[in-house]
Nanobody, 125 residues
């Protein structure tokens, strides 16, 4: 079973950057897709970005395209989410998730079966 360890959340001002990391413990990402979802209070969990470990194909939510970048850190068996130009509406708990979705379900939370504990990102002046 893959356990996910997230790090990198925090409190930043609008326009700042943060980098989140998701590492696999007890397994590898090998043939999985790794995604980031987020959930703000009273909102449903929403897709942010995903990457296929095997070929590096990436997928983004329209709301973060051009500001966020997801990548593989092969040396550390981790997935990174670089978040630039942060806005107040990016405030949420960010969750790392692992699964084997097909293209049509890449943005669907139900397609992922291992989840991290979440890390808080707060964007406020």
């Amino acid at each position: 079973q893959v356990q996910l360890v997230e790090a990198g959340g925090g409190l930043v001002q609008p326009g700042a950057s943060l980098r989140l990391s998701c590492a696999a413990s007890g397994g590898t990402f090998s043939d999985y897709a790794v995604a980031w979802f987020r959930q703000a209070p009273e909102n449903e969990r929403e897709f942010v970005a995903a990457i296929r470990w095997t070929n590096g194909a990436t997928y983004y939510a329209d709301s973060v395209k051009g500001r966020f970048s997801i990548s593989r850190d092969r040396a550390n068996s981790a997935v990174l989410l670089q978040m630039n130009g942060l806005k107040a509406e990016d405030t949420a708990v960010y969750y790392c998730a692992v699964g084997r979705p097909i293209v049509s379900t890449m943005r669907t939370a139900g397609a992922y079966y291992y989840w991290g504990q979440g890390t808080q990102v707060t964007v406020s002046s």
